[in-house]
């Protein structure tokens, strides 16, 4: 059973107008999500997250949304550049020592 | 800064050879853990370490071994490669376990090939 979900493996966007990444999960304890960025043939690394006390994260072009009601939360890019052409991951810790990874979106920005 | 190191970064194997791929940080995390990465797949917790000498089992813990007998040091080591095990390994630390403010630091990855 997949606690958190990635439901559109790719997305193209062009160059300037806004991306917006959705992640689903299953599990109401989950109370902290990040999102993770991945470049081909290097590590995942990290780039905003979200508490659950918190509906909106915002840092620089990218902002996160969360709603807890729906067990839904989104990353908006804005505006989408070249540069942002990766792989993004959700994920959520699960208990005190691990975390949960979505299976991930390609994100593709169209010059 | 090195952070999360990993070596090597390409290996290929037979079935039934054994191998240890090396992860080491510089940035003193007591949290290290090691994640393979499929198609479609996500990346999935193998096995995790919360300090020197304390390791334990994540998601997909079979034909995997795991020490840790520095901070610093966290292998993974394939007792009898499998093609089921071809993937990409990445290691990742951090200086907490999980929760708010645990975000994970990632080598870049081993990509290893079972025939």
């Known amino acids: 059973d997949q606690q958190v979900k990635q439901n559109s493996p790719s997305l193209s966007v062009q160059e300037g107008r806004i991306s917006i990444l959705n992640c689903d999960y299953t599990n109401s304890m989950f109370d902290y999500f990040l999102w993770y960025k991945k470049y081909p043939a290097e590590g995942p690394t990290f780039l905003i997250s979200?508490?659950?006390?918190?509906d909106k994260n915002e840092d620089g072009r990218f902002t996160v949304f969360l709603n807890k009601s729906a067990k839904h939360l989104s990353l908006h890019i804005v505006p989408s550049q070249p540069g942002d052409s990766a792989v993004y991951f959700c994920a959520a810790p699960s208990g005190t020592y691990k975390y949960i990874f979505g299976t991930g979106t390609r994100l593709k920005v169209l010059a | 800064n090195a952070g999360v190191t990993q070596t090597p970064k390409f290996q290929v194997l037979k079935t039934g050879q054994s191998m240890t791929l090396q992860c080491a940080q510089d940035m003193n995390h007591e949290y290290m853990s090691w994640y393979r990465q499929d198609p479609g797949m996500g990346l999935r917790l193998i096995h995790y370490?919360?300090?020197?000498?304390?390791?334990d089992q994540g998601e997909v813990p079979n034909g995997y071994n795991v020490s840790r007998s520095t901070t610093e040091d966290f292998p993974l080591r394939l007792l009898s490669a499998a093609p089921s095990q071809t993937s990409v390994y990445f290691c990742a630390s951090s200086y907490s376990a999980g929760g708010s403010g645990g975000e994970l630091f990632f080598g870049e990855g081993s990509r290893l090939t079972v025939l």
């Open positions: 979200i508490s659950s006390i918190k």
């Open positions: 370490s919360v300090g020197a000498g304390i390791t």
